[in-house]
């Protein structure tokens, strides 16, 4: 029995503390969370947009944007608003500037054919007045004021100008003295010669 080996005590010791992993576990959470934002950037940047340009296109922009100013520098340089300013200045003192086309002197014997009717009126007036009395003789009488009128406003030639406008007045005072006479009833036949006489100056004047 002396050969027999002692046995050990057990005794219960208390297990010791494990360690705590809690910052292991954050640290590996935050490099996720790390991992994740890095791939994401990448994909944001390597994944091609709009017509499928490939990313290392995007210096391009930059190159494309450099020409872009130069087509709107050259509007900008190019004073072409300010020539029609220009231009539409002396239009308002161009369009005030009339100039009356010269009175062209008319011929005796164009001035003849205009008032010829009016001088053989005058005659046949007269002589209708000689043969009336009353009102009807004052009725032609005013006919033949409104003619002599007509004489008076028609332009003459130069060379005959003072004549013709001389006599026409001499003219229209005998008509004013006829009416009279043949409102009147007096002094007719003396009125008639005036009117008369008065008429054949102006027609000699013009060659009737």
């Not at 950037?41 to 091609?48: D, G, H, K, T």
């Not at 709009?50 to 130069?70: F, I, L, R, Y």
């Amino acid at each position: 029995m002396s050969d027999e080996q002692p046995q050990p005590e057990l005794r219960w010791a208390p297990l010791p503390p494990k360690p705590r992993r809690a910052g292991r576990v954050w640290l590996i959470i935050g490099l996720v969370v790390a991992a994740i934002v890095v791939v994401a950037v990448v994909l944001f940047f390597l994944i091609p947009r709009g017509d499928g340009v490939a990313p290392t296109a995007s210096p391009s922009p930059s190159a494309s944007a450099s020409p872009s100013p130069s087509p709107s520098a050259a509007p900008s340089e190019t004073a072409v608003p300010e020539e029609p300013t220009e231009t539409t200045e002396p239009e308002p003192t161009q369009t005030p500037i009339t100039s009356q086309p010269p009175v062209s002197d008319p011929s005796v014997a164009t001035f003849r054919g205009q008032v010829s009717g009016w001088l053989d009126d005058a005659l046949t007036g007269i002589d209708i007045v000689s043969g009336t009395s009353g009102q009807e003789a004052v009725d032609v009488v005013d006919s033949l004021q409104n003619d002599a009128q007509r004489l008076g406003e028609s332009l003459p030639p130069s060379s005959i100008e003072s004549d013709w406008n001389a006599a026409v007045g001499t003219y229209s005072q005998a008509l004013s003295t006829l009416r009279s006479a043949a409102s009147s009833g007096s002094g007719l036949s003396g009125a008639l010669d005036g009117a008369r006489s008065a008429a054949n100056e102006l027609r000699s004047i013009v060659g009737l």
